[in-house]
């Protein structure tokens, strides 16, 4: 789904998902993930998404409640695998998604300002981020961790536009997870529900270009 505010705008910024958008898919990275280690398929996420533990770890990790290194501990634990660099094996399958990235570089070379947005996967000893490339060329980067707060709460996106020095109207923002746009739409920002990379960045290029074309 794609939630438009009209193309007529003159859009000034971008905002960025990670896991999902910039990277390829987090489900087939957590599949990978389960196969690699011998687990029973949708282990690893009945363990984030249905254990009460693993949920409540997931939560304190994004919000930088807990170190990384306590979360490999606790989802170790629950799946019955080693905890050590947990985060790192759970991400090995994890690569730039070509197709938004080059779209995200356009979009800077036009003048757009960038923003990276993402509900943490941790720093440390682990940093995501950096390993794939991906923490670098930004105008802002807001993470949850550092933020203490997370998406979808409002006030996270509220604090992107404030590091952007833009209005919601005059921004883009891409997410993979529907429930993350709604915050979004509330602050006036165009949305686009990520699912087919080659399509974000034709609708990404499209009203960028467009806008681009009116500064």
């Known amino acids: 789904m794609t939630v438009d505010r009209g193309d007529a705008l003159t859009y000034r910024g971008l905002i960025l998902d990670f896991g999902g958008v910039l990277t390829t898919e987090m489900q087939r ?41 306590e979360w490999n501990q606790v989802v170790g634990r629950i799946l019955g ?5 947990l985060m790192q094996r759970a991400l090995a399958q994890l690569r730039p998604e070509p197709e938004v990235v080059m779209a995200f570089r356009r ?6 300002k960038v923003a990276l947005l993402s509900n943490s996967f941790g720093l440390a000893p682990y ?3 950096e390993a794939l490339g991906l923490y670098e060329g930004f105008d802002a980067v807001v993470l949850s961790e550092t933020e203490h707060i997370r998406k979808p709460s409002p006030a996270i996106y509220q604090r992107t536009l404030d590091a952007l020095g833009l209005a919601g109207p005059e921004c883009v923002f891409v997410d993979d997870q529907a429930a993350n746009l709604h915050p ?19 609708r990404l290029d499209a009203l960028l270009a467009a806008a681009t074309l009116r500064t």
């Open 184 to 202: 979004a739409e509330a602050l006036g920002i165009t949305t686009i529900h990520h699912t087919d990379p080659g399509a974000t960045a034709a």
């Open 107 to 112: 979009a800077r070379e036009a003048g757009i």
């Open 29 to 69: 990275t957590g599949e990978a993930f389960e196969r690699t280690e011998g687990l029973p398929p949708g282990a690893y996420f009945r363990a984030l998404g249905e254990n009460p533990e693993g949920m409540q770890a997931y939560a304190d990790l994004e919000l930088g409640r807990m170190t990384q290194g």
């Open 81 to 85: 695998i080693d905890p050590r660099g």
């Open 127 to 129: 940093n995501p981020y």
